[in-house]
């Protein structure tokens, strides 16, 4: 089993940044693509950004050249970094990730349990 941790959310005005990170533990034998989703009040889940292994990144348009996307393979993390804040930003932000914990095992699906980030003034 994986767990993913996400921490970094808050409250911050409108243009202000924030970095949100998630840490992957537990029975980890390789992570592969990882990302981040995000859902606001009444709507879906909606993907955000993610990124392959080898550093490849894919972003949604609403957040491109705000919102940039690393990882730190030694750590088992990914980052959101988030500038330019908007209120429709405001949302639970969820990373993710697909992992194996053997050579010889599967890769699984699994999600953090979210962090709440808020824009307003």
């Known amino acids: 089993q994986v767990q993913l941790v996400e921490s970094g959310g808050g409250l911050v005005q409108p243009g202000g940044s924030l970095r949100l990170s998630c840490a992957a533990s537990?029975?980890?034998?390789?992570?592969?693509?990882m990302g981040w989703y995000r859902q606001a009040p009444g709507k879906q889940r909606e993907l955000v950004a993610t990124?392959?292994?080898?550093?490849?990144?894919n972003y949604a348009d609403s957040v491109k050249g705000r919102f940039t996307i690393s990882r730190d393979n030694t750590k088992n993390t990914v980052y959101l970094q988030m500038n330019s804040l908007k209120p429709e930003d405001t949302a639970v932000y969820y990373c993710?990730?697909?992992?194996?914990?053997?050579?010889?095992?599967?890769?699984?699906?699994?999600w953090g349990p979210g962090t709440q980030v808020t824009v307003s003034s």
């Open positions: 990124i392959t292994t080898g550093g490849n990144t």
């Open positions: 993710d990730c697909d992992a194996k914990d053997s050579r010889f095992s599967a890769y699984a699906h699994y």
């Open positions: 537990g029975r980890i034998f390789r992570i592969a693509n």
